[in-house]
Every structure is written in C-alpha cells, then in structure tokens.
C-alpha cells in the first residue's frame, strides 16, 4: 500500500508542450521530496518542499506543496527530451523520520 | 567518484538459492537505507541503519531477508531461500544524520527464476 497516489501514471508528450504531474495523500507529510529515475538506475534528488503552499523553481520544472501539505504538482514548460523518466514523490512523514513514503510515479515520455 | 554504489547490479538466480548484494553508501553519511522497487512501483522501505545499528525494519522484510552493516560502513543484504516474487530492484541510499537528503545508489536488479 502506498500513502501517495501520483497521476496520470503515463504521459507522452511532443517537445515544446507543457505537462503537469500530481502527488496527492490523505495523509499530511513534513516535507516533500521530488525525484526522476532513469531506466537501470537509482532515484536523483530534483527538489525538497518543507511548507505548505511553497513553490520552488528548478528551470523549466515548478514544484509546489499543497497548503495542508498533503499533495504536490511538478509542472515542466516547454519539455525536453531530456525531461523523459520515471518521476517520483516520496513523503517524510514527520521531522526525523527515517524512512520515505513513495509514491507510485508518473512515467513521462518526451517525443522529439 | 564519491557516490553510493551497489553490487552487483544484476543478479540472476534459481528459486531456492541464497543471494546477497552490497552496498558502499557515500563515506560520511551516518544513515543507510535499503528500498525494493518492483516494476511500474515506487521504491518501498525495508530497513535502515544508523552507523552500525539497525533501528528500523519494515514488515515487507520477511525473516528470509537479513542485513547487516557491521562496521557502520557498507551493508549488505541477504535473501534467503529465494522466492519469484523478490524478483525486484533493490535500491540503497544513504544521508548524513538529521538530515533527510537520501542518496540512491544504481540498484541491484534481482532476478529469480
């Protein structure tokens, strides 16, 4: 069972549009993490989100905490090739916790 | 190169046979954690260390699982007795204490057939 429930789970996409992925929990989190994970390889770090209604800019990609901080959205402008990968959030439940809760990841596909 | 590596990163093995897989996390980080991720999944938690200690396990390691990291340094984990349904991605990560940050290592893609 995992606490979060990302969508859509595909998404195939031309170079140049604009998408928008959704993270969402009933439960309510500490902080947020976003990670991209390529075919054969570990999840990478793109951004943390710690309070509720925060958004952070990396580039093309805008990430955003829901203000009761139980649901997140990763929207990218202008996608890339280079954008396509499994994206994954992952909650930390509360301050110190040990482990992360993922969720169940939004596999994107950038055609040329 | 200072990142967390794992090996192998495939292993291909008979129902019924042990296996074990290491993980060397980046050299200052206190905390090591081991995650399963199984196809069209996100990884999901095992277990974790602090240093040396194993302080916490998830209820998904079955007493066929075991993992040690007895220097507080690399970890290891072994599957007992395989079954076809460990056939997964197993993923190590590691953080400096208090901090949440975890680093992946590139997995070890289990196979059991």
């Known amino acids: 069972t995992q606490l979060l429930e990302q969508s859509p789970q595909f998404l195939s996409i031309q170079e140049g549009e604009n998408l928008t992925v959704y993270c969402n929990s009933s439960s309510v989190f500490s902080s947020l993490q976003w990670y991209r994970q390529e075919p054969g390889e570990g999840p990478v770090l793109l951004v943390t989100v710690v309070t509720g209604g925060e958004v952070k800019k990396l580039k093309r990609l805008t990430f955003q905490f829901g203000d009761a901080r139980k649901d997140s959205s990763l929207h990218i402008t202008a996608a890339q090739p280079g954008d396509t990968g499994l994206y994954l959030c992952?909650?930390?439940?509360?301050?110190?916790?040990?482990?992360?809760?993922f969720g169940t990841g939004t596999r994107l596909t950038v055609i040329p | 190169d200072t990142g967390v590596s794992q090996d192998p990163r495939h292993k291909i093995t008979k129902r019924g046979q042990n296996v074990t897989f290491r993980c060397d996390p980046i050299s200052e980080h206190n905390r090591l954690y081991w995650y399963r991720q199984t196809l069209g999944q996100g990884p999901e938690f095992l277990t974790y260390f602090q240093n040396e200690a194993q302080l916490e396990k998830s209820r998904l390691l079955s007493d066929r699982f075991s993992a040690e990291r007895p220097k507080g340094s690399f970890s290891t984990l072994e599957i007992q007795r395989t079954e076809q349904g460990d056939s997964a991605m197993y993923l190590c990560a590691s953080s400096l204490f208090r901090n949440n940050e975890q680093f992946f290592g590139p997995g070890t893609r289990l196979t059991v057939l």
């Open positions: 992952a909650g930390i439940v509360f301050v110190g916790a040990n482990n992360l809760f």
